[in-house]
């Protein structure tokens, strides 16, 4: 346990001289403290956009998709976009709890609790996209292969569409058993500590009469073990099965066989760049900037840095794929439906270059990768860049048909197509807002194991040691 | 589910503790468990436990999920609706890849977590006793469960001595019971017969 050895050259992962107490009490405050008035307005202004979400939705139900923009050409628009958005969005949080924790990054505990509910709140949000662009979406279940009075009449296990219903079904579960477990313990302490009746009684419900006993331990570090051994091929997967919705057909601009590793580089950008924007404002709000430092920060734009000329790289390989395959249909999609500034949609694959591969170079430099208020800026631009992504791939390939006859007329949203996605962003606020008053934002026992060998006063004992040398360490630290 | 006695020695510093534990199971005590607000590796193993085999169950249940998905589907596409898609075989395993592979996941996963629930005894509404409120929080608990002839002082004064920062005796209820934390009430007391 003390043998673990730190060296002084990397930073505190938890500043301030804690105690064990003091974490608690950190992490624990802004659940026991009355809300404040900033976190009413957000709150309500994000129920205002889900109320507008819902009342789109319903519209789309009652009238039928012909209340959105959609057209013979145009079939999968901001709907789908939208979608593909989310559930990249929804890739960093299980990327951050459990490949980071398979590579021992012991920065992960200070984020991992909110980045982990941000991708279940994300993926739910993706999950309405495709269920309401069903149409009869009352429907739905007809997407589950169950022996039915329909002949039955079984789903297509070859078709990528259902590949994805069960990988985003399955991820979400996952993704919710992984965050669920690992919040036991924490609303244990929550339970303990409570005064109030009504704390008492939902925190000893929601924490399952966890006790902190050894043997339970032992089981729940098996079972986070295996659970992330579990979810970082699932992480991989889902974003590949996502991306065969596209690479498995014959559209020029979506059959290209690097879309998975793109794709899944594209979401982990993306996802870590939503987790960045949530987790300055988290930490400047709550407090919690002994927890979640600029070295938390400074790693994760490491990470928004790379995965930015993955997907960089990944654009110019299609640009040159698109000439040098000698297709005339891909050459036309690459280059004049997209790279074409003065196309009719050439603004949105300039604004993507922009936001995705241009502007994250800026965190080359070790001063702007620290600066929060750059990071913020850049979080934004790089999901805005991201959605432009999703929107090139589909809309660019596909407004003009192989048949100029069938050419789409210029596509853009309804009001309700909007609606929809805002009303999108409505839910997951809403969610993130509760979240972040009634649960514990940061891993409190996962912080409490990190302490003794990462904290700041624990590193500064480590200086002695660090001028022994190697013989002498040996020999006093090793049984 | 039995009502039992139990001396409860809190420890402050997990060096401490661990010297504490070796000392009281060479004593010859019965240590019935530690609980504590983080997982301390090596401490199972101070305290003689065997490592748990939830990892089997965990690959049992995923190999359960590849199969059912395999024979599932092979089923339906062969031998119960089989599609002609493009004159290709129905056998079509490459494409079933990402389904057998999900359901693997998803079997295990699911199996994991509720044989976990299963083995620690939790669930909604479930309620245990605790020894100390701080065991949550940065106490570590050590509860010694004691036999007709242990001495409840002796006991104490042991752990005292191998820098408990707090002991005291308690009479507790041994199982779980469907309670709720924000009543007071025990198990045994509701149904006085037991003892």
Avoid at chain 1, 436 to 458: C, D, H, Q, R
Avoid at chain 2, 129 to 154: G, S, Y
Avoid at chain 2, 156 to 179: H, M, P, Q, R, S
């Amino acid at each position: 346990m003390s043998l673990k050895y730190e060296s002084q050259l990397r930073e505190p992962l938890v500043y301030g001289n804690k105690t064990y107490h003091q974490v608690t009490e950190d992490i624990v405050r802004p659940i026991e403290a009355k809300p404040t008035k900033l976190w009413y307005i957000g709150f309500f202004i994000s129920v205002s956009l889900l109320m507008f979400g819902v009342y789109s939705v319903y519209r789309e139900v009652v009238y039928g998709v012909g209340e959105w923009n959609l057209n013979k050409t145009v079939g999968w628009g901001w709907d789908i976009t939208n979608f593909v958005w989310w559930v990249g969005i929804g890739h960093a949080g299980t990327l951050i709890s459990a490949i980071l924790l398979l590579f021992r990054q012991g920065w992960r505990t200070g984020v991992n609790r909110a980045a982990e509910a941000m991708t279940i709140f994300a993926v739910m949000c993706a999950g309405q996209f495709p269920v309401f662009h069903m149409g009869r979406v009352w429907m739905a279940f007809f997407v589950f292969p169950y022996p039915n009075t329909r002949g039955p009449l079984w789903v297509n296990f070859n078709s990528p569409l259902l590949w994805d219903v069960f990988a985003i079904s399955t991820y979400f579960t996952v993704s919710l058993l992984f965050w669920y477990s690992g919040l036991l313990p924490d609303f244990a302490t929550v339970r303990d500590r409570a005064k109030t009746k009504l704390r008492k009684l939902l925190y000893g419900i929601a924490s399952f009469g966890w006790t902190g006993s050894t043997k339970h331990w032992q089981r729940h570090e098996s079972l986070s073990l295996v659970l992330a051994g579990l979810s970082t091929p699932l992480v991989l997967s889902v974003h590949t099965i996502v991306s065969f919705d596209f690479a498995t057909s014959v559209i020029p601009g979506w059959h290209t066989t690097i879309f998975p590793p793109y794709f899944v580089a594209g979401a982990i950008f993306s996802g870590f760049a939503m987790v960045q924007s949530l987790m300055v404002v988290i930490r400047k709000v709550f407090g919690l900037k002994d927890y979640i430092t600029i070295g938390h920060i400074e790693a994760m734009n490491k990470v928004i840095v790379l995965t930015g000329s993955i997907v960089g790289i990944a654009y110019l390989t299609e640009l040159f794929m698109g000439w040098y395959s000698q297709s005339k249909y891909e050459g036309y999609t690459f280059w004049y439906s997209r790279a074409n500034l003065f196309s009719p949609y050439g603004w949105s694959y300039w604004g993507m270059m922009a936001c995705n591969v241009l502007s994250p170079q800026i965190f080359w430099s070790r001063k702007m990768r620290r600066n929060v208020f750059v990071t913020f800026f850049m979080s934004v631009l790089v999901n805005v860049g991201m959605w432009f992504e999703r929107f090139v791939i589909i809309v660019t390939s596909i407004y003009r048909d192989y048949l100029p006859s069938s050419w789409s007329v210029y596509y853009s949203p309804s009001i309700w197509e909007i609606g929809f996605y805002l009303g999108t962003f409505g839910l997951f606020f809403t969610c993130f807002f509760l979240f972040a008053k009634y649960f514990p934002t940061i891993a409190i026992a996962e912080i409490k194991y990190v302490l003794k060998t990462t904290g700041e006063s624990y590193k500064d004992k480590m200086e002695g040691i660090e001028n022994e040398n190697v013989e002498d360490f040996a020999h006093k630290h090793a049984h | 589910m039995a009502k039992k006695k139990f001396v409860v020695g809190c420890f402050d510093n997990e060096d401490v503790l661990f010297s504490a534990v070796k000392k009281v199971r060479t004593a010859g005590y019965k240590i019935k468990d530690v609980y504590t607000p983080y997982p301390i590796h090596g401490l199972d193993h101070a305290l003689g436990m065997r490592e748990t085999s939830l990892h089997t169950a965990g690959f049992v249940y995923g190999i359960l999920g590849t199969i059912t998905a395999l024979s599932g589907i092979s089923w339906i596409f062969v031998k119960d609706w089989p599609l002609d898609i493009g004159g290709k075989p129905h056998f079509a395993l490459a494409a079933w890849i990402p389904i057998i592979f999900e359901l693997t996941v998803l079997f295990s996963a699911v199996g994991m977590v509720l044989t976990f629930c299963y083995l620690c005894q939790m669930a909604p509404f479930v309620k245990k006793h605790h020894f100390h409120a701080r065991a949550t929080d940065d106490l570590f608990v050590m509860a010694i469960e004691c036999t007709d002839v242990t001495n409840t002082n002796d006991t104490e004064a042991f752990l005292t001595n191998n820098g408990a920062v707090e002991v005291k005796t308690e009479i507790a209820e041994d199982g779980w019971w469907f309670g709720r934390y924000d009543k007071e009430e025990m198990f045994f007391e509701s149904k006085n017969a037991v003892a």
